[in-house]
């Protein structure tokens, strides 16, 4: 099945520095990869997604840039503010017996130091 | 309504204890999922209802039994749970099969089982 590492597990900046999260994955069907934001004691929530046809996308400070030949993705948010401070997990979707899903990586806890 | 709606937010159970988790979104989204997370680790998957269809994570145990009374609508009935089951369960609802879409999670219930 589909395996998504990610890097680093935890990462701290100071604030107004960007931050770079760096997922890989074994399957090379992946074609859907999204980016969810979980700050203590909240629901997952996506910041960003990109699809296998495109190379990049972006959002005010928020960026994706995918490399399907090498099988990884990264997020990079600029200028950080202490409310970017969460766990940050990375996905990337695959099929199973189950239909389509998509499994996570384990997580990098972001500290945005004032 | 853009959000999905869990109760009980908490939930304390012995190990003889039959209990239920609820699950609302009425988004008109055709794929329902409950997850657990485990402490500073990812949400894992354990059931998705997707057109009415159930598909289980062959991994979860019988003691975990989900039901589906309709689309806007997903239960999670707990029976003689083990303390390791204690985790945040949390529901999520997509537009299509979660391969390549946005999932919409809950808040979630914290589950202790003592």
């Known amino acids: 099945g589909e395996n998504v590492e990610q890097h680093p597990s935890t990462l701290s900046v100071q604030e107004g520095d960007s931050a770079v999260i760096k997922c890989t994955y074994s399957?090379?069907?992946?074609?859907?990869f999204p980016w969810y934001k979980q700050e203590l004691g909240k629901r997952p929530q996506l910041i960003i997604d990109i699809r296998s046809n495109v190379g990049e996308k972006k959002d005010q400070r928020i960026a994706v840039t995918l490399n399907k030949t090498a099988k990884h993705f990264s997020l990079h948010i600029t200028e950080t503010q202490p409310e970017d401070s969460a766990v940050y997990f990375c996905a990337a979707s695959f099929s199973d017996n189950y239909g389509q899903n998509f499994v996570f990586g384990p997580g990098t806890r972001l500290s945005v130091l004032p | 309504d853009t959000e999905v709606t869990q109760t009980p937010k908490h939930l304390v159970m012995g190990m003889t204890n039959k209990k239920s988790l609820k699950c609302e979104q009425h988004m008109g989204h055709r794929a329902m999922y409950w997850y657990k997370q485990k402490a500073k680790k990812p949400p894992e998957l354990m059931f998705v209802y997707s057109y009415e269809k159930l598909s289980i994570n062959e991994s979860v145990p019988s003691r975990f039994s989900p039901e589906c009374p309709n689309s806007s609508l997903l239960n999670l009935h707990l029976h003689a749970l083990q303390p390791e089951d204690s985790a945040l369960y949390l529901c999520?609802?997509?537009?299509?099969?979660?391969?390549?879409?946005?999932?919409?999670f809950g808040p979630g219930t914290r589950l202790t089982v003592l």
């Open positions: 999520a609802s997509s537009q299509e099969p979660q391969g390549e879409d946005e999932q919409f």
């Open positions: 399957d090379s069907a992946s074609n859907y």
